[in-house]
């Protein structure tokens, strides 16, 4: 059981940057994979980027690969994801989910791999 809280999100214009935090609370946090997911208007779920839980492990969607970072401090149990160079493309509310894995070095990017999530924040790039 984990409960998942997004923060972090607002207004920008485009070029700017954001950081966004996932605080996560409940057992066995460091068994979590954790995936960062984002809905825009009139769209499906799409998946962002995700972490192993052991943070040495990630991956990104295409369309944020060297604009977005994603981390994770197991210590503080909060998932971060680093939004740089935005585009008005990237609105949306983002959402935070976690899997409990038995693998260290797995990570998910499927939203029908996540047990838990947040109840996202919302992201918007004026142009």
């Known amino acids: 059981q984990v409960q998942l809280v997004e923060s972090g999100g607002g207004l920008v214009q485009a070029g700017g940057s954001l950081r966004l935090s996932c605080a996560a609370s409940g057992r066995t946090f460091n068994d979590y994979a954790m995936g960062w997911f984002r809905q825009a208007p009139g769209k499906e779920r799409e998946f962002v980027g995700a972490?192993?839980?052991?943070?040495?492990?990630?991956g990104y969607a295409d369309s944020v690969k060297g604009r977005f970072t994603i981390s994770r401090d197991n210590a503080k149990n909060t998932m971060y994801l680093q939004l740089d160079s935005l585009k008005p493309e990237d609105t949306a509310i983002y959402y935070c989910?976690?899997?409990?894995?038995?693998?260290?070095?797995?990570?998910?990017?499927?939203?029908?791999?996540?047990?838990?999530w947040g109840q996202g924040t919302q992201v918007t790039v004026s142009s």
């Open positions: 989910a976690a899997r409990l894995t038995y693998y260290s070095r797995t990570y998910y990017s499927s939203g029908r791999e996540y047990e838990y």
């Open positions: 972490i192993s839980w052991s943070g040495r492990n990630l």
